[in-house]
């Protein structure tokens, strides 16, 4: 048997990738997936954590999170269009207009 | 009587209202008639009240209760007693006569409202002061005719000199008020009232007393004396404080007259007579008091030696006559000190006031070395100073006479500290003699040495001057007197008249020692008049041989021992140096300031600073609560355990 | 407590500040109708605080005209009013003073009109508000609001550096005030759930939390006094403010702080008091002659007589805590005079600086013969400043002298140097500005109108009236002042203060 | 295997998000055969009236322990709706002047105060969640609303992008939680963590919540999104973004941490109070360095979380009720000087405001109210705001975090009074203020400046 | 070893380092295929947790729905610039180091980390019931609030794409 914490170890191990993903790359779409990372790695340690504690609430948290991420991405992704369409870039340099 | 007494302040007040209010407008070239008769009327009063006086009666009563705060009561109230009797007397009857002149000297000045109801509400200071009860009222006084004193000096305010010295007159008063109220406080402090009744009944208890201060105990009544002291040495112009009195002569001269020669400047002596109780309780206090005194006249008279300007030399003669006086309580003879006041108030006064027709006629010029033979044209002016001189010079017979030698011999009979003060006196008398006869004979005597146009313009001064002078010389005369001591057949009715307020001095030496001592003053003053007829009639060329020969010390006392410029370099431009550079533009400016300033600009830069941190890039805001979580998970791990 | 029959205090209040809004309904073209408005207001709360005067019981220490009404009961605040002898004085004061605030301002205040009398009359309702609160939290509010229409007259109508001075003014009094916020709401918890004056000066708190509180409070009250060393705001404010706003900073504002000090400070925090007075009276004596001295140096009008406040303000803080009954009532008596002579002082400069536009002494000169009026009364007023006997600054000093030195002779020597100086720099501005050769740029100015003899007017009787007959002042405080000694018992403290605190050093 | 067909689940205490989202739903339809935008704002001001209405009505729990309505709640709903309300007010031109701004905007209004409503009355950290989102992504839109705007997609894609990453350490913090207890329910978190001693992986999972709801309540180091984003959205948008979710965010921090954190109360008020002062430091001291009247309203919006973070760090019931009494006067004030930036054309730079007295007193006077009132200058509902979190404060004993709270309000005070200074001043750069009056955002102006006056001076209507 | 442990292994390998690569490389066409297999992998992960259905919405949603949907929109943008353009920001290593230090505390409380409290959905229970079943019973029960505001979110999603993605005629 695989213990959890094997499985929290993968999990945070992918969490941390997509936050550093998020933090260095330039590109939004990446950046974007650097999260779906981050939320899947969360998903991964929900569902050990239900299958460890035998309760199935981690995995329905996880059914929402996967529905949350599909509109948080059609959301997105539709800033980006429209943002695209006036900048006609997705590097995060071009989008500092507003600083300080 | 109580109330009538109200009269002697208030009627030259109310005159005093009168004037300054409708003066400008309505009264204007008849101010004098208002002014004059405020001080007439307190003249008349004040002779009624002497009346009263010498039929036994002395008066000591509150008007109204003017502070109260816990136990610290202050009331306005009224001493008449004999000492107070004479001030009245000297205090109305010379400015009666001041006004009288004035009428004359101040006629056509713009002025004219101003100066009288100036005049009059310095009457009313100083009639205030001396009729006072308690301390506070007499400080009260005291402040108001420096004042007087302020606004008539720097009467014409155009001249930067006058304001210049009005404003010195005041502020070096204040140094001796500064002690003055130290004392005034410190009596109440320890004997629980400021009233002369109370202080005088308990300041015994005090005997013995010390406090301590930064770590000495001092002698309390010995402090309160010489703090109540330093109001008298500001007010009275002695030494260190005597450097505004000569300045003060760019005022009126009626001004020097009244105020800094006959009344005002008197009101230390006046002060510290009247607080003999307290003053015999101390002995180095009573030193320091006889000491200053001698000192001041020699170093008044020495000056005056070599001055040129006619009013300044009287103002030296002043300052020296002052410390006479000073010299007279110091040793005990309280009532010689008086004594001298009273004639000194008229002979000085004459002094000035004949000073004050010499420039009426001069057209407003003091320089003596200028003037010369004007004997013939101004004979009333002549004899009357002549007579002023003489009394000054202690000649028997005169008034100035019988009070200076009350004070020498009274000097004489005091002890060690006495012998000394008498042997300066004495030398003092010599001076007195030499520099008063030195204008006598330069200014009245020879040829005229002025202008053309001055000596076309020469003329006798008109009767509303002419007649105070001639009634001032008689007081010059004779107004010694009434003092005449029991060795030349007198019996001194004054000293006795003074004797319940101020005692009685003690004389252990013999009568033949008493004329000795006389005979000395009397020789020495003539010698005085002699050297002067000599250098400036006979042989004119001799003082300025002296002059060059001796130029070093000629110098010092030309420049009058530098103690101006000493004064301007210690107080006033280091104060200015302290203001400007250091506290304006140190203290405040830098450091307080720079924090106050400083704080908000190194804020803002701050600000500026973390602004840039918000550099609108995505990943730097990423970076950043990656960071804070790092941060803040990393203390609570550390903090909480 | 005399409760009142008839709300006397909370009109004195409400009559400004209704007023201000109904003024700020004035169109605003009708410039005049605005001004005689404010006129009329001003005019009509003075006459009712002068009933104040008349109607007050001088032989009681108690609270007189109290009107109390809860207001928010989840923190026990109420709206609770009321005077007695310490305050009742100063109340007459601001009213009296926004009265010839109003008159000064007649012509010299162009733009903006409106607003600027608005603010004057809102000004006015706080001030009053702040004498009259028994309620900390009230207090609290009144003492802030004033900030906001002061900063406004500072910084809109002032002059050229204005802005600068209304901020640093603003935030100098603000950071001082939230400290004070703290101190009155932990003087809240441990004082058992009330901010109600009386209640709390009943307790005696712990030694450690009464020194907490007590700087919490100094910080405030000490900023608008303003003590040495947070007394910069004050040359600026005064500097820059319009004539009436200088007038109502040196006159009532800064009283303030003082009066902190009295009605709070003291009695809430007796012990604290009684070891922190040498601190204090070391700080004010600083004061006095460091203000005394800068002053020596300027070359300004407005900001010479600000720095005279700041030297002034050091008497009434030293006499205050000298902590007995000469220093205290010099300490409140001086407060009003300094009101009135620095008010007057400033009301002065105003009546000339709108006819030249210039602060700097040296471009006047000889004024004594250009406007013979004028001088003489800024005479009178120069004289009052530097304590001439007769006039109100006398008796204030030197019942503050006997006070201060009563309690430490030392710092009473010292303080007492401050006559000199004080004599020095305004007999020195006084000359610079009035005597000497007529300065040809002043040559041709007009002396003073009635408008402007009747604004002063008023002050130069109560210069003499003071200085004449202080009982009539000192009666009001006398029962008041005994209740503030009673509860510090220092009554018949003789101990040298400092040497104490030498000692406590060692 | 029967299925059991379950109880329909008690709504009463739902009514209130139920009257919310079926408003949301209708308008979404309505939206396009309806042109008359204020007859839409008006449904929507309706639908917030309504709500508060029924809210004392509807307290309960439902949906299986899942959702709560107690006065907590509802209090903080009241704040969602008087939120609503006035965004709704000052939207009501604004929208119509900035075009294009699409019809949706009304129903992503209604549905982001759903959002917040369902926040403020979880009972179930999914429940929590999904409100969150609900309310982000609403808002997401809102603030890219202006589609063609690029400072508008901007915002939106930083808010977007940011939030996201937020959330998913929420999720994480989340199911760490889950892990340690088994459930999701906060009190039965509570309950079972009071079992538990504290250890590393409660600590970790509770400062990830932690920072999550830091970035919704825009508290540093978590704040860098909102000024961006305040400048970028449209003005009413901000206006709602710097009440709204700050207040949910406040809501579900005291439901959160109040609550299922109770036992390892000492690490959480650590890291708040952490937060607390960095907030209030950068809050302040960056505002002062800020030319746009936006962005310095976000700075000061940020500086105010740090304030209302003090009551959450006192953690006692009266700190609670003072945060939502702060909350509340400050949703008066902040709206009510957006409201004055819409109403002004050109109001976004500070140096706009110059001279504003002069050809708009009025308006000038209001803002001057408000920017004291920010500050916290009696008598002004700002002064009561802090006083009474000042109070509660120091009662629980955070003296000295209010000592820093009241030093930087200092600070704060010289970049508010630095618009008033420029209003009042100095000349204006232009020739005349131009404003945009309409009758709606004229009542949106009155209804604020009425509150801030009527609550400074009789706050005991609220505390 | 168990063979269940090898396969995790070869999971855990190869789903960190399709992570790395998806973050670091060039191509975002290449990094949401990329993504693809992980998102397969992730899949096969949940089978051994006896999460089937979730496995397979995994499959279906995230990578045949969300995944298609970033081809989509990368497929709609401009290409080329990005392959020129450096992919990482000029501070990354400070973006490594603070996900290093964080993934640092992450795996050290882990590592502490201890199951507590069990619930009653046993694997022999969820066995019996299958997972779909299981979920269904308690996602349409107990969880109904949730699920509806999911679908209030999935509503909004569509609102919001069609209001920011629309293109406006001004």
């Given at each position: 048997m695989v213990p959890l914490n094997w499985y929290l170890y993968l999990s945070s191990v992918i969490f941390v990738i997509g936050v550093v993903g998020f933090l260095i790359r330039r590109n939004l779409i990446i950046m974007f997936m650097s999260i779906e990372l981050m939320l899947n790695a969360v998903n991964i340690s929900l569902i050990a954590f239900s299958h460890y504690i035998q309760d199935l609430k981690g995995q329905i948290m996880v059914f929402f999170i996967i529905t949350v991420a599909a509109a948080e991405a059609a959301i997105g992704l539709a800033i980006l269009v429209a943002l695209f369409r006036n900048k006609n870039s997705i590097n995060t340099d071009d989008i500092a207009i507003m600083k300080g | 009587m109580q109330e009538l007494f109200l009269l002697i302040p208030l009627s030259p007040l109310i005159t005093f209202f009168v004037n300054i209010i409708f003066g400008k407008n309505y009264i204007k070239d008849n101010a004098h008639i208002v002014a004059i008769l405020g001080v007439g009327v307190s003249f008349v009063v004040s002779i009624l009240a002497m009346i009263e006086v010498l039929s036994g009666n002395v008066y000591n009563y509150d008007v109204y209760s003017w502070i109260v705060s816990g136990n610290f009561k202050v009331t306005i109230g009224f001493l008449i007693d004999q000492l107070t009797a004479i001030m009245l007397m000297v205090v109305t009857s010379i400015s009666l006569l001041v006004h009288i002149y004035s009428v004359g000297y101040m006629h056509g000045d713009k002025g004219y409202y101003r100066f009288f109801s100036y005049l009059n509400l310095f009457t009313f200071s100083m009639l205030m002061l001396v009729l006072s009860n308690n301390l506070l009222q007499l400080y009260l006084g005291w402040e108001a005719v420096g004042l007087c004193s302020y606004f008539l000096i720097g009467y014409w305010y155009e001249k930067k000199t006058a304001a210049d010295a009005g404003k010195k007159a005041f502020i070096v008063n204040r140094f001796g008020d500064f002690g003055f109220g130290l004392g005034v406080i410190l009596i109440f402090l320890y004997i629980g009232s400021i009233h002369y009744s109370d202080i005088f009944a308990n300041v015994g208890g005090l005997k013995g007393h010390t406090i301590y201060i930064l770590g000495y105990n001092v002698d309390l009544i010995t402090l309160i004396a010489l703090l109540l002291f330093c109001g008298a040495v500001g007010k009275s112009a002695q030494i260190p404080l005597h450097v505004w009195l000569p300045d003060a002569m760019e005022g009126p001269t009626p001004v020097s007259a009244l105020i800094h020669a006959a009344t005002m400047v008197t009101a230390g002596v006046f002060m510290v007579a009247r607080f003999n109780p307290l003053f015999n309780l101390s002995e180095i206090a009573m030193m320091v008091v006889a000491l200053t005194g001698a000192i001041t006249s020699l170093f008044a008279a020495t000056i005056a030696l070599v001055q040129n300007d006619i009013k300044r030399i009287i103002a030296y003669s002043t300052v020296s006559q002052l410390g006479y006086m000073f010299l007279a309580c110091g040793v005990g003879a309280y009532g010689a000190g008086i004594f001298h006041l009273y004639?000194?108030?008229?002979?000085?006064?004459?002094?000035?006031?004949?000073?004050?027709?010499?420039?009426?006629?001069?057209?407003?010029?003091?320089?003596?070395?200028?003037?010369?033979?004007?004997?013939?044209?101004?004979?009333?002016?002549?004899?009357?100073?002549?007579?002023?001189?003489?009394?000054?010079?202690?000649?028997?017979?005169?008034?100035?006479?019988?009070?200076?030698?009350?004070?020498?011999?009274?000097?004489?009979?005091?002890?060690?500290?006495?012998?000394?003060?008498?042997?300066?006196?004495?030398?003092?008398?010599?001076?007195?003699?030499?520099?008063?006869?030195?204008?006598?004979?330069?200014?009245?005597?020879?040829?005229?040495?002025?202008?053309?146009?001055?000596?076309?313009?020469?003329?006798?001064?008109?009767?509303?001057?002419?007649?105070?002078?001639?009634?001032?010389?008689?007081?010059?005369?004779?107004?010694?007197?009434?003092?005449?001591?029991?060795?030349?057949?007198?019996?001194?009715?004054?000293?006795?008249?003074?004797?319940?307020?101020?005692?009685?001095?003690?004389?252990?030496?013999?009568?033949?020692?008493?004329?000795?001592?006389?005979?000395?003053?009397?020789?020495?003053?003539?010698?005085?008049?002699?050297?002067?007829?000599?250098?400036?009639?006979?042989?004119?060329?001799?003082?300025?041989?002296?002059?060059?020969?001796?130029?070093?010390?000629?110098?010092?006392?030309?420049?009058?021992?530098?103690?101006?410029?000493?004064?301007?370099?210690?107080?006033?431009?280091?104060?200015?140096?302290?203001?400007?550079?250091?506290?304006i533009g140190f203290t405040d400016m830098k450091v307080i300031e720079g924090i106050v300033n400083g704080i908000p600009k190194a804020i803002g830069?701050?600000?500026?600073?973390?602004?840039?941190?918000?550099?609108?890039?995505?990943q730097h805001y990423g970076i950043g609560m990656a960071l804070g979580l790092f941060i803040v998970y990393t203390i609570v791990l550390i903090l909480t355990k | 407590m005399i409760q009142a029959k008839f709300p006397l205090l909370s009109v004195l209040i409400f009559v400004p500040v209704v007023g201000a809004i109904l003024v700020a309904l004035i169109s605003r073209q009708r410039e005049n109708l605005i001004r005689s408005a404010t006129l009329f207001i001003t005019l009509i709360v003075f006459l009712i605080s002068l009933s104040l005067f008349t109607s007050f019981d001088k032989t009681t220490r108690s609270m007189q005209f109290v009107e109390v009404y809860e207001w928010v009961p989840t923190f026990g605040i109420k709206y609770f009013l009321g005077i007695d002898g310490i305050s009742v004085l100063f109340i007459l004061l601001s009213t009296l003073l926004s009265v010839l605030c109003v008159t000064i301002s007649w012509f010299s205040i162009t733009k903006k009109v409106k607003e600027f009398y608005a603010s004057l009359l809102l000004i006015e309702g706080a001030m009053i508000g702040v004498f009259c609160s028994l309620d900390l939290f009230l207090f609290y509010i009144f003492w802030e609001a004033m900030l906001i229409p002061m900063y406004l007259l500072i910084g809109v109508w002032g002059g050229p550096n204005r802005i600068y001075a209304a901020i640093k003014f603003f935030l100098y009094t603000l950071v001082g005030s939230l400290l004070m916020l703290i101190g009155i709401i932990v003087l809240f918890l441990i004082g058992g759930g009330t901010f109600d004056l009386l209640k709390l000066m009943q307790y005696n708190y712990p030694y450690h939390i009464q020194l907490l509180l007590f700087w919490a409070f100094f910080t405030a009250f000490a900023v608008k006094v303003p003590m040495f060393p947070v007394h910069t705001w004050l040359p600026d404010a005064h500097t820059e403010a319009p004539t009436a706003g200088s007038v109502i900073l040196a006159g009532v504002l800064i009283k303030m702080g003082a009066y902190g000090f009295l009605r709070f400070s003291i009695p809430l925090f007796p012990d604290a008091t009684i070891s922190m007075a040498p601190v204090m009276m070391i700080l004010s004596v600083i004061a006095i002659v460091y203000g005394g001295f800068i002053c020596l140096g300027q070359t300004d009008l407005k900001r010479l007589i600000a720095y005279s406040s700041v030297s002034h303000m050091g008497f009434v803080t030293l006499g205050i805590f000298a902590l007995n009954t000469q220093g205290l009532q010099g300490g409140i008596l001086q407060m009003i005079n300094h009101g009135i002579v620095t008010g007057a002082l400033f009301l002065c400069v105003g009546v000339i600086y709108d006819r030249t536009h210039t602060r700097e002494m040296a471009d006047y000169g000889g004024l004594a013969t250009v406007m013979p009026v004028y001088s003489a009364f800024f005479m009178v007023f120069t004289l009052a400043s530097i304590g001439l006997p007769g006039t109100n600054g006398f008796v204030g000093e030197f019942l503050i002298l006997v006070g201060g030195f009563t309690a430490s002779k030392p710092l009473g020597v010292i303080a007492a140097t401050g006559i000199i100086i004080g004599a020095a720099y305004m007999l020195m501005l006084y000359q610079k500005v009035f005597f000497v050769e007529t300065n040809e740029k002043v040559a041709n100015l007009k002396d003073m109108d009635k408008r402007e003899i009747l604004t002063l007017l008023p002050l130069l009787i109560l210069v003499l009236w003071i200085g004449v007959y202080p009982n009539a002042f000192l009666g009001f405080m006398d029962e008041s002042v005994k209740g503030v000694l009673e509860r510090i018992d220092m009554q018949n403290q003789s101990v040298d203060l400092i040497e104490k605190l030498l000692e406590g050093l060692k | 295997m029967i299925i059991v067909p379950p109880p329909f689940p008690n709504l009463t205490p739902f009514i209130p998000e139920l009257i919310v989202l079926s408003v949301a739903m209708v308008l979404l339809l309505l939206e396009i055969w309806v042109k008359n935008r204020v007859f839409i704002a008006g449904i929507c001001i309706l639908t917030g009236f309504a709500v508060i209405y029924c809210l004392n009505m509807s307290i309960g729990i439902t949906f299986n322990g899942m959702f709560i309505n107690d006065i907590y709640s509802v209090l903080f709903k009241i704040i969602f709706m008087v939120c609503l309300i006035l965004t709704v007010l000052i939207s009501l031109n604004y929208i119509d002047r900035e075009k294009p701004i699409r019809g949706e905007y009304y129903s992503l209004l209604l549905f982001a105060t759903a959002g917040m409503m369902l926040m403020a009355s979880a009972k179930d950290l999914m429940v929590l969640y999904l409100g969150l989102e609900l309310m982000a992504l609403s808002t997401y839109i809102l603030a890219g609303i202006k589609t063609l705007n690029i400072k508008s997609n901007e915002a939106a894609i930083k808010y977007f992008m940011l939030g996201a990453f937020s959330s998913a350490f929420l999720l994480f913090g989340i199911s760490m939680l889950y892990g340690l207890t088994a459930t999701t329910d906060i009190y039965l978190i509570a309950e079972r963590l009071k079992d538990t001693e504290r250890s590393l992986p409660l600590i970790l999972s509770m400062i990830m919540i932690v920072v999550a709801f830091s970035f919704k309540i825009a508290a540093a180091p978590f704040h860098m999104w909102s000024p961006d984003v305040y400048e970028g959205a449209p003005t009413s948008v901000t206006a709602f973004l710097s009440v709204g979710p700050k207040a949910a965010g406040f809501a579900v921090i005291g439901r959160v941490f109040y609550i299922a954190f109770e036992g390892i109360q000492p690490d959480w008020t650590t890291a708040f109070i952490i937060i607390s002062v960095i907030t209030m430091a950068i809050g302040n001291i960056v505002a002062l360095a800020q030319t746009n009247i936006k962005r310095m309203l976000a700075y000061s919006s940020i500086a105010h979380a740090g304030y209302i973070l003090i009551g959450i760090v006192t953690s006692t019931y009266e700190s609670l009720q003072a945060v939502i009494n702060y909350l509340m006067i400050y949703t008066f004030m902040n709206i009510g000087a957006f409201a004055i930036v819409i109403l002004l054309d050109k109001g976004e730079e500070i140096q706009d405001y110059n001279g504003l007295s002069k050809h708009r007193p009025l308006v000038a006077a209001i803002m001057l109210l408000f920017m004291f009132s920010l500050v916290g200058i009696p008598p002004t509902a700002g002064f009561i705001a802090k006083f009474n979190l000042f109070v509660s404060a120091i009662h629980g004993g955070q003296i000295w975090l209010v000592v820093i709270a009241v030093i930087f309000s200092a600070v704060s005070a010289f970049y508010y009074l630095r618009v008033v200074m420029n209003m009042y001043m100095k000349d204006p750069l232009v020739e005349e203020h131009q404003i945009h009056l309409s009758p709606s955002l004229g009542f949106a102006i009155f209804i604020t400046v009425v509150m801030v006056m009527v609550l400074g001076l009789f706050p005991s209507l609220i505390i | 070893m168990t063979t269940v442990e090898y396969f995790f292994i070869y999971f855990a390998v190869s789903m960190v380092f399709l992570s790395l690569l998806i973050i670091t490389v060039k191509n975002p066409v290449h990094s949401i295929l990329l993504m693809l297999v992980l998102f397969f992998h992730i899949a096969g992960l949940y089978l051994f947790l006896n999460?089937?259905?979730?496995?397979?919405?995994?499959?279906?949603?995230?990578?045949?729905?969300?995944?298609?949907?970033?081809?989509?929109?990368?497929?709609?943008?401009?290409?080329?610039?990005?392959?020129?353009?450096?992919?990482?920001?000029?501070?990354?290593?400070?973006?490594?180091?603070?996900?290093?230090?964080?993934?640092?505390?992450?795996?050290?409380?882990?590592?502490?980390?201890?199951?507590?409290?069990?619930?009653?959905?046993?694997?022999?229970?969820?066995?019996?019931?299958?997972?779909?079943?299981?979920?269904?019973?308690?996602?349409?029960?107990?969880?109904?609030?949730?699920?509806?505001?999911?679908?209030?979110?999935?509503?909004?999603?569509?609102?919001?794409?069609?209001?920011?993605?629309?293109?406006?005629?001004s």
């Open positions: - | 004639t000194h108030a008229y002979f000085k006064a004459l002094l000035f006031l004949g000073a004050g027709s010499v420039m009426h006629a001069m057209a407003g010029e003091l320089d003596i070395q200028k003037m010369g033979g004007l004997k013939k044209y101004m004979p009333v002016t002549y004899w009357t100073f002549l007579i002023a001189s003489l009394s000054i010079a202690g000649i028997p017979g005169l008034a100035g006479f019988f009070s200076k030698d009350e004070i020498l011999w009274l000097a004489y009979n005091a002890g060690p500290v006495g012998k000394v003060v008498w042997l300066i006196g004495t030398v003092v008398a010599g001076l007195t003699a030499f520099y008063s006869f030195r204008i006598v004979f330069l200014a009245f005597h020879g040829n005229f040495r002025g202008t053309h146009e001055q000596e076309h313009h020469l003329h006798e001064s008109p009767p509303s001057m002419t007649v105070p002078l001639i009634i001032l010389a008689i007081g010059a005369l004779a107004a010694g007197w009434v003092g005449i001591p029991s060795v030349l057949g007198g019996h001194n009715q004054i000293g006795h008249f003074l004797e319940p307020v101020l005692g009685h001095p003690n004389v252990s030496a013999s009568h033949s020692e008493e004329i000795k001592v006389m005979a000395i003053s009397v020789a020495i003053a003539s010698l005085g008049i002699f050297i002067s007829w000599f250098f400036y009639v006979k042989k004119p060329i001799i003082p300025r041989l002296l002059a060059r020969w001796f130029n070093n010390i000629y110098k010092i006392l030309w420049n009058k021992y530098y103690v101006d410029e000493l004064y301007e370099y210690i107080f006033v431009k280091s104060s200015f140096l302290l203001s400007r550079a250091f506290l830069r701050f600000g500026g600073f973390l602004s840039k941190l918000q550099t609108g890039q995505l | - | - | 999460a089937e259905f979730l496995a397979a919405v995994q499959v279906i949603l995230y990578a045949g729905a969300i995944l298609v949907l970033f081809l989509f929109v990368i497929m709609m943008l401009n290409l080329k610039e990005e392959l020129v353009s450096h992919r990482f920001i000029g501070e990354w290593p400070v973006g490594v180091a603070i996900g290093l230090s964080i993934s640092l505390f992450c795996i050290f409380a882990i590592s502490h980390f201890q199951i507590k409290y069990e619930g009653n959905m046993t694997i022999e229970i969820i066995k019996t019931l299958t997972n779909t079943k299981a979920l269904g019973k308690i996602l349409y029960t107990e969880f109904l609030l949730p699920f509806e505001i999911a679908s209030i979110i999935l509503l909004i999603a569509i609102v919001g794409a069609i209001v920011l993605a629309k293109k406006e005629q």
